[in-house]
Every structure is written in C-alpha cells, then in structure tokens.
C-alpha cells in the first residue's frame, strides 16, 4: 500500500463517526429539535457495540447493540423533551454526562481487553484495481453504510411527502399540526433516528477505528458532529464534504509526525477542534450561511392545543 492510499483510507476511516453521527443530527434538526445528546448516544453505543461482539464473538452482533444502545439513549431524551417537554438544551447536556459515567461503568471490566473488529468488504476483482481498489472496495460495512445514509437521506428530505412533512416541523411546526401531521410523531422517529446513526458512529469507533474499549473513546466527536450540522447549513451532501474535511485535519497532523515534522502530538490532538472553532466562526460571520436552511423552529418545543 503506497503512503497517499494509506494516508486517504485514514482519512476515510476518522471521518466515517462523524459522517453518522451528524446525519442523523441533521434528521433531528431538520424537524425542529436539538439534541445535544450526541457525545452520550455515541458513547453508549461504542461501550455496547465493543461488549455486545466481546461477548458474542461477532462484530455484526455488536453493531447491532450499538444502534440498540443509541436509540435507546435517544428515546429517553425524546420522552423528557417531547412528551414532558422539558428544555431540549439542559436534557442533551444532561443526557451527555449520563453517557459519558455510564458507559465508564460498563465497560470497565472491559478495559484492557482485545476488540472484535469489523471486518473489511474484500471484493473479488474490485479491490485489486491499482489506487482505487483498496480505496473504494475495501472498506468496511459501516463506512458504505455511512455513504448510503446521506444519499438516502438527501433523497428523503428532498424527493418525498414524508421528507417535506418533516422540513415543514421543522419550518413550523403549529402550521404543521394545523394541515394535520403529528407533529410529536415525527419528532420522536427523527429523533430515533438520530440515536441509531449516533449508536452506529460509536460501534465503529470501538469495532473499526480503534477496536478496543477506553474510556471517554468518542473524545468529543459528537460535538464536532454537532459543528458540522451548521457547517453544512443542514444539508446532507454538504455535510459529508465537511466531515471528510475534518477527517483530513485530524489524521494529518499525525502523518505529518511520521514524516518527522516536529508537530506536539498535544497540538496534533487540538488540530480537530480547533479547526470547527474556526469553520463556526467563519459561517457565523455570513449570517445568510446560518439562516438559509437552519429551520425556524429549531429547539422550540411543540405543545398542542386542546
């Protein structure tokens, strides 16, 4: 494998959380609530997904108690916001810490422990193409997973009735209730959504990127997915760019120190969210950036009337 190869699969690896985790937020924004949340639901589903295949012996099983995991987190936030209607702010954070203890304290007997990995996709033929094989046909199955989730969600939002329901929540939701859509319906699905793409993003942090359980592992990878939503100005395809922009940020100062650069590995660490300060301050200086796509009624909760 040549350096660029290996240098544009790192890359492609680092970005594949963050390509889950923030489309599914972007779902969940798009009908008009804000889930802070993300770093907890990802979290949970890296703890759950490493324990669910430590214990099966296949990584499949736990990929699926990491969705499990994550939409679970994200119906118990859904629950407090929607149907308690209790502010959507101070519940993400909440649901965030919650998370972050909860998960040291499953997996702290298995801390120390070698990992199941998610194996890669070897097909036949494809995969030895020069450059490209290795590049496109031999990821593994969450990274496709990751690719065809924001096609069909771009294709959903945009292309269907149900698509259009949700953006007009999202727009207005007391309109919305008045043509007759269950406003609190649609939430809760966005939001379940939301969780299982979070829970997804943590089963490839602990099966894919680094397959083995340490504590606080998503290192704040959920807030980044949060940055990306707005850098994207909600829209699917602009996020994937975005992500693929901060994976190359991440893994390149790291192979900047194997060529010898002398980068501190404390600034390589930093590079990350350093860079998302930057990109929100730059959107926030095009307010049209901000506020073209960013729906209405975001964060607002929806009471009916009786």
């Given at each position: 494998m040549g350096f660029y190869e290996a240098v544009l699969i790192s890359v492609m690896t680092a970005a594949t959380p963050l390509v889950l985790a923030a489309i599914g937020e972007l779902v969940v924004e798009r009908s008009g609530?804000?889930?802070?949340?993300?770093?907890?639901?990802?979290?949970?589903?890296?703890?759950c997904a490493f324990a669910g295949a430590q214990m099966s012996g296949s990584a499949l099983v736990g990929v699926v108690c990491g969705m499990i995991a994550g939409g679970a987190f994200s119906l118990l936030f859904g629950f407090l916001t929607l149907t308690l209607v209790a502010n959507q702010v101070a519940t993400g954070l909440a649901l965030t810490i919650l998370g972050l203890g909860l998960s040291g304290m499953i997996g702290e007997s298995f801390i120390g422990l070698p990992g199941v990995r998610l194996p890669v996709l070897d097909i036949p033929v494809l995969s030895?193409?020069?450059?490209?094989?290795?590049?496109?046909?031999g990821q593994d199955l969450l990274f496709y997973a990751s690719i065809g989730l924001v096609i069909g969600v771009a294709w959903f939002l945009f292309r269907t009735r149900a698509g259009l329901r949700l953006r007009a929540i999202g727009d207005n939701h007391g309109s919305a209730h008045a043509l007759g859509v269950s406003v609190i319906r649609v939430r809760y699905l966005a939001v379940l959504f939301g969780g299982v793409c979070s829970g997804l993003?943590?089963?490839?942090?602990?099966?894919?990127?680094?397959?083995?359980?340490?504590e606080n592992m998503s290192a704040g990878r959920g807030w980044i997915a949060l940055a990306l939503v707005v850098f994207a100005s909600w829209r699917p395809l602009r996020l994937l760019a975005g992500a693929y922009l901060f994976g190359a940020v991440s893994i390149g100062g790291l192979?900047?120190?194997?060529?010898?650069v002398g980068i501190p590995s404390q600034f390589v660490s930093m590079l990350p969210y350093l860079a998302t300060i930057v990109v929100l301050v730059l959107i926030s200086m095009d307010r049209r950036l901000t506020l073209i796509n960013r729906p209405a009624s975001l964060g607002q909760p929806f009471v009916p009337e009786r």
């Open positions: 609530v804000l889930n802070l949340g993300v770093e907890g639901m990802m979290i949970m589903g890296a703890v030895d193409i020069p450059v490209i094989g290795r590049i496109v046909f993003a943590g089963a490839h942090l602990s099966l894919v990127y680094t397959p083995q359980w340490v192979h900047a120190q194997a060529l010898g």
